[in-house]
Every structure is written in C-alpha cells, then in structure tokens.
C-alpha cells in the first residue's frame, strides 16, 4: 500500500499569514502515460463531510478560492493558503488515487494563532 | 444539483450485517464511479472501496476484503455497501462519494452527509 505522511500534524497561523502543509507518498503518484499526479486535496469542517479542494496535485476544483493552491509531483506535494481566513480552520487531508487503496494522509489541523 | 444521501446506519452486534445505501441525483449516475470513505469517531479518513462507473470493476480496502460488497443499481440510481461480520473497529461515519469519471481512479468530487455505523454489544 501507498503511505501518505502529512506534516505538520497540526499549524496555527496569524489571520493573513500564509500556511504549508506537506504530503509525501512512499512511491510516485506520476502516472507517465497522462503526466498526472493522481493526488488530492481535502477540507473537512467539524461536522460537515469533507470537501474537494484540489485534483491532479494542482488543479482548483471550481468554487475554490484563489488563496489555496497546491504544487509537487512524483512523491512530494505541497497544499498552500497564501492568506488564512478564518473560515479556511479546519483539517485537510491529501488522498492518493493512483492505486488501491486509495490512501489518505493522517489530516493536518489548521487554526487561527 | 449533485447530491447523495446515505441511509441504513444504526447500531450492530458483532458478527453482524448491514446494508448501506446511497441516493444519488443530479447528474448521470452510470457515468461516474462511486466510493465508500469512513472515519471512526475523532479520526482520519479511510478508503473503504470504490465501484466503476459501469459496476465491472470493483475495489476494496484490505480491511474490509471478503467482508464487505459493494455494487450499484442504475435503475434506482443508488450505490450499496452490504457489510457483513461486522466488527467493533467497523465503528465509523460511512460516507458515499462520487469520483470526477467513469474511473474509481479518478478523484472524488462530491461527498454525501455521511452515516454513523457503530459495532457493539
């Protein structure tokens, strides 16, 4: 099975201050034949199921703001609010779909310092 | 509107069985390939297993293999998840997701609200 390894497992960031969360993956996501990177990103609010930020490692799902972005390929990946807002705590996971079972990071917890 | 609505949690001895349903609307059910993700009480996400598009091609976690079945019925546009030998780690919230195409290998884009399966005695 593919490890996915988040770090930090949780980061406090001042309002307007940008956050970094890091995802590595025991072996490459890179699907050569279509040049993808089969890795997401996702925002879970307490209560409320998780929510698509991020597909092919970089592209914004639709609806999503232009603070977040995500970047890597192959084995490491980076998701990036440039200026957190208050509505953006929560926690975020990054998922592998590249090969069964689609595995998750263990989830970084973002909140406001 | 893409939507999904679980149903069929609830309480479960040990050993026993369960059927979950998810209703699906809003888009071409039979176009899109359909996952189970559930999270245990204060925990992370687990893949539970994924069905695609046309129901050939089915996958699960190795937690679940040989326990659990997942299928789908386009005429009802509803994903299941029978689960059977059921045991306390099963304890989760079982959401229904759908992926972005017909592929279980493509990501998911929408979530359902989620059903609370809890395993005990």
């Known amino acids: 099975d593919i490890v996915m390894t988040q770090s930090p497992d949780s980061l406090a960031v001042s309002l307007g201050e940008r956050a970094t969360i890091n995802c590595k993956s025991t072996?490459?996501?890179?699907?050569?034949?279509?040049?993808?990177?089969?890795l997401a990103w996702f925002q879970q609010k307490p209560g409320q199921p998780p929510k698509l930020l991020i597909y092919?490692?970089?592209t914004r799902e639709s609806g999503v703001p232009d603070r977040f972005s995500g970047s890597g390929s192959g084995t490491d990946f980076t998701l990036t609010i440039s200026s957190l807002q208050a509505e953006d705590v929560a926690v975020y996971y990054c998922?592998?779909?590249?090969?069964?079972?689609?595995?998750f990071g263990g989830g970084t917890k973002v909140e406001i310092k | 509107e893409v939507q999904l609505l679980e149903s069929g949690g609830g309480l479960v001895q040990p050993g026993g069985s369960l059927r979950l349903s998810c209703a699906a609307s809003?888009?071409?059910?039979?176009?899109?390939?359909m996952s189970w993700v559930r999270q245990a009480p204060g925990q992370g996400l687990e893949w539970v297993s994924g069905?695609?598009?046309?129901?050939?091609?089915?996958y699960y976690a190795g937690s679940v293999k040989g326990r659990f079945t997942i299928s789908r019925d386009t005429s009802k546009n509803t994903l299941y998840l029978q689960m059977n030998s059921l045991r306390a780690d099963d304890t989760a919230i079982y959401y229904c997701?759908?992926?972005?195409?017909?592929?279980?290998?493509?990501?998911?884009?929408?979530w359902g609200q989620g059903t609370l399966v809890t395993v005990s005695s």
């Open positions: 072996q490459s996501v890179l699907y050569s034949s279509n040049n993808k990177n089969y």
């Open positions: 998922q592998q779909h590249y090969s069964v079972p689609f595995t």
């Open positions: 069905i695609s598009g046309s129901g050939d091609n089915t």
């Open positions: 997701a759908k992926c972005s195409g017909s592929s279980s290998y493509h990501p998911v884009d929408y």
């Open positions: 092919w490692a970089s």
């Open positions: 809003g888009f071409t059910f039979s176009s899109y390939a």
